[in-house]
């Protein structure tokens, strides 16, 4: 089985926050295709940047990439757990071309103490 990337994006597959993005999505990187494209259930369900990660982890993804601001300690301690692999793009970029990089300790701690609203439905 190949890479099953998670990610939070809007309608036009550009990055967003967890917390914000219009969707979660999965796409598996062998067929090239998306496999899985929902609302996003930290918005939805108001269940934040954790819920999201619980959905993510749910759907068998081995890969989320967190944009900017996304992935905080509890986030990262989830997804580690499940061993999941993390990587952290720029906002704004499409997800297909975003440059990601394996997450440092002081974007967890950004992540962690920027507080950002959850979009209203």
């Known amino acids: 089985m190949g890479n099953m990337i998670c990610t939070s994006v809007n309608g036009d597959e550009t990055l967003d926050s967890f917390a914000t993005a219009k969707y979660l999505i999965i796409y598996d990187e062998d067929k090239k295709e998306l496999a899985v494209q929902i609302k996003n259930p930290a918005v939805t369900k108001k269940k934040g940047k954790k819920g999201f990660v619980r959905e993510c982890i749910g759907l068998k993804a081995n890969i989320v990439i967190a944009p900017h601001g996304s992935l905080t300690f509890g986030c990262r301690s989830m997804l580690k757990k499940a061993k999941i692999r993390m990587l952290v793009a720029n906002r704004g970029e499409h997800f297909l071309k ?9 974007e967890v701690l950004y992540s962690t103490f920027k507080r950002e609203k959850v979009a209203k439905k």
């Open 98 to 106: 975003a440059k990601t990089r394996k997450p440092s300790f002081i």
